[in-house]
């Protein structure tokens, strides 16, 4: 079987916030927009330019799920919990998402995995973000 990630959605209550969070955070582009009447709701799907994509969900009533302060208690609760991006260069990366509006969660340092480090960060709704550096990132 052949198989390949497409994309992470992501729960949100401000679509136009967090889509222009996202956007200027991540250097991400709008591929298409979308509506279901029925069930009220509405998404957009983002894109980075290395082919990563991630699909932002707003349904009016939503009411607010795991926010963890951290991933040690975000594993507290099952199901998904993050999602997780790559760089070659992680402390500058995490620094401009904290002065964007990130919220800090966990600051760069060392990964469970060997030769990588890590730092974890909250979107403006709480949603946690990893990062990762590995010391060789495709």
């Known amino acids: 079987m052949t198989t390949r990630l497409d994309h992470v959605g992501v729960n949100v209550r401000d679509l136009a916030a967090q889509t222009a969070w996202y956007k200027g955070a991540f250097g991400l582009e709008t591929v298409f927009e979308f509506r279901l009447d029925g069930p009220g709701l509405s ?24 926010r963890a302060p951290d991933p040690v208690t975000a594993a507290l609760t099952e199901g998904y919990g993050h999602f997780a991006v790559t760089t ?51």
Do not use: F
Not at 105 to 127: F, H, I, Q
């Open 88 to 138: 070659p260069a992680l402390d500058p990366v995490h620094a401009a998402l904290l002065a964007g509006g990130a919220g800090e969660a966990l600051a760069p340092g060392p990964s469970p995995e060997p030769g990588v480090r890590m730092a974890w960060v909250t979107d403006p709704e709480g949603n946690l973000i990893e990062l990762i550096e590995r010391r060789s990132t495709e």
């Open 43 to 66: 998404g957009v799907v983002l894109a980075h330019p290395d082919g990563w994509r991630l699909e932002l969900l707003a349904r009016a009533g939503s009411t607010p799920g795991l």
